[in-house]
């Protein structure tokens, strides 16, 4: 009996819930515990931009060092490849709608750069899966991770040149 009796008074708080929000819907706004926007402007960009860089050069460390550790390796190069993820999506939130608007398809390439650079988490479990030794396919994780990490710096650099980042 008290179950329901309590099951019967979250219902009933929902349903005050639920009305208060049909008479009051601007009110009742969920808030975000960060900003929602990064500021646009060019001391934002450029912050953002200088942001992405050193991630991507901590992530291209993590792959030099990371096969030489005894334990957590690959758990440090996820980790920085989500830093970097996280990182360039907080620099594209700079953008103003017109570099978002001229850079679409440029901006669409590196996205899909960074999910070609996760492919290779991906690879390390297949080869690892086919037979191949958890350290060789793990040196081989970095070495591609790396050396795509700074293809895909060299192409964000000359995207950032484009839409002319940071300038004012």
């Known amino acids: 009996m008290k179950r329901i009796t309590e099951k019967l008074l979250v219902l ?4 005050l819930l639920a009305g208060l929000a049909a008479l009051r819907p601007c009110q009742l706004r969920a808030q975000s ?3 929602s926007s990064l500021p646009i402007t060019p001391d934002a960009q450029r912050n953002a931009l200088r942001t992405v860089r050193s991630q991507a050069g901590w992530l291209q460390n993590a792959t030099r060092t990371a096969p ?3 334990t957590g390796a690959y758990d440090k190069v996820w980790e920085q490849f ?3 993820h996280n990182t360039y999506q907080d620099f594209k939130n700079t953008l103003t709608p017109q570099q978002l608007a001229y850079g679409a398809n440029e901006l669409a390439e590196l996205d899909a750069g960074l999910d070609i650079l996760a492919e290779s ?3 390390y479990q297949e080869d690892m899966a086919a037979g191949q030794s958890s350290a060789r396919a793990f040196r081989n994780m970095c070495q591609v991770l ?3 990490t700074g293809f895909w710096l060299q192409e964000l650099n000359t995207v950032s040149a484009r839409l002319r980042v940071g300038w004012p």
């Open 33 to 35: 515990p960060w900003p």
């Open 82 to 84: 989500q830093m970097l």
């Open 146 to 148: 790396g050396r795509a």
């Open 12 to 15: 009933a708080a929902l349903g």
């Open 121 to 123: 988490f991906s690879n």
């Open 68 to 70: 030489n550790y005894p």
